[in-house]
């Protein structure tokens, strides 16, 4: 059957000052159920709007998707309805985001948003009903005193608990994919680890995809299967997990995979940053988004936009160099 989830040529366009200006172009991946896909790149490369664009959520009316296809079990999801989408929000697809404040609402208890977001996908549910299974939900997400914290306002909570209660409302219908943007970020690294333990334990046992958004190598090394670095809203490489971090094609990703800081560094070597800026996005290069910072850039990257092409088998990069390395091979034949 088809894949889980194919995004293919996804294009962003965003309403500008300047126009409009494309902060997504040519995205394309795929996901399979069980699988955790890493999408990692800096700030403002397009991830979370790639995340946002897959739950039909940008932001109105100054974005829009202007090209490609996310294919949901072989369905585009461009062609629903806003009825038939809202159905897929929350109960295929689930989103959390770094900040669970945005995505709780402050004057409401949380146990009765949970019992709302039954409402929604279950409509036939009881009160009683949501009630024990909003309390077994607080209960799996490692919430202890389940019965005070619905109770509770989220304020009233710590930043993890809030994170718990927001995976555990994301995870109450059984997604078939969670896309997690920047879940841990703004948590310390024991409570970091606690959170990504939980969202494994339940793709374990429920088999659901995840879509793991951030711009920690780190994290992407420890709990990934596949990865996708994107830079100025394009996808740069993708590859497996072990392909990228042993082998990584792209000269953007070579120099991300140095900035990891390692343990081996001590105050004197200052971790290595990539010179140079990227491009604003109203001043997008017509050739490769990376050649003003690329120390391989050939004659053809200034005007020459790469196409992804493939590396080996499963690994791909946008990259002329990519071309360049097939011809010398055919060469040495
Ligand atoms: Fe560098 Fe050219 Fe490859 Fe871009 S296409 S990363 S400029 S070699
Ligand atoms: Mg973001």
Redesign the pocket.
């Known amino acids: 059957g088809p894949p889980l989830l194919a995004v293919k040529h996804l294009g962003v366009a965003f309403q500008t000052d300047q126009g409009q200006v494309l902060a997504v172009d040519d995205v394309s991946f795929e996901l399979e159920s069980g699988q955790v896909l890493g999408i990692a790149g800096e700030s403002g490369c397009g991830k979370s709007v790639t995340a946002l664009s897959l739950m039909r959520l940008l932001p109105q009316p100054v974005s829009k998707i202007t090209e490609g296809e996310i294919l949901f079990k072989g369905q585009n999801l461009l062609d629903f309805s806003i009825g038939a989408m809202r159905k897929i929000r929350g109960k295929k697809i689930s989103m959390i985001f770094q900040e669970p404040m945005t995505a709780l609402n402050p004057v409401h208890t949380v146990g009765r948003q949970i019992a709302e977001s039954y409402s929604l996908h279950f409509p036939d549910m009881g009160e009683k009903e949501k009630n024990t299974a909003s309390l077994q939900m607080l209960a799996k997400v490692g919430i202890p005193d389940a019965r005070q914290v619905m109770k509770k306002y989220p304020h009233q909570l710590s930043g993890g608990m809030r994170q718990r209660v927001m995976i555990g409302m994301a995870l109450a219908c059984e997604p078939d994919i969670l896309i997690a943007d920047e879940p841990t970020t703004a948590l310390d690294v024991t409570v970091q680890a606690q959170i990504m333990d939980l969202i494994f334990q339940f793709r374990d046992t429920t088999g659901m995809a995840v879509i793991l958004i951030t711009h920690d190598l780190g994290l992407i090394a420890e709990n990934c299967d596949r990865v996708v670095i994107m830079y100025a809203g394009t996808v740069?490489e993708s590859a497996s997990v072990t392909t990228l971090f042993h082998h990584p094609f792209?000269?953007?990703t070579k120099k991300l995979l140095q900035s990891i800081p390692s343990r081996a560094q001590t105050a004197k070597e200052p971790l290595p940053t990539i010179p140079g800026n990227v491009p604003v996005l109203s001043k997008m290069p017509v050739?490769?988004r990376?050649?003003k910072r690329?120390e391989?850039?050939?004659p053809q990257?200034e005007n020459q936009r790469?196409r992804m092409m493939s590396v080996s088998s499963g690994h791909f990069a946008?990259?002329?160099?990519v071309y360049d390395c097939e011809k010398k091979l055919n060469f040495d034949k």
């Open positions: 740069s792209h000269p953007y050739g490769c990376f050649a690329c391989h850039a050939l990257c790469p946008a990259c002329h160099l």
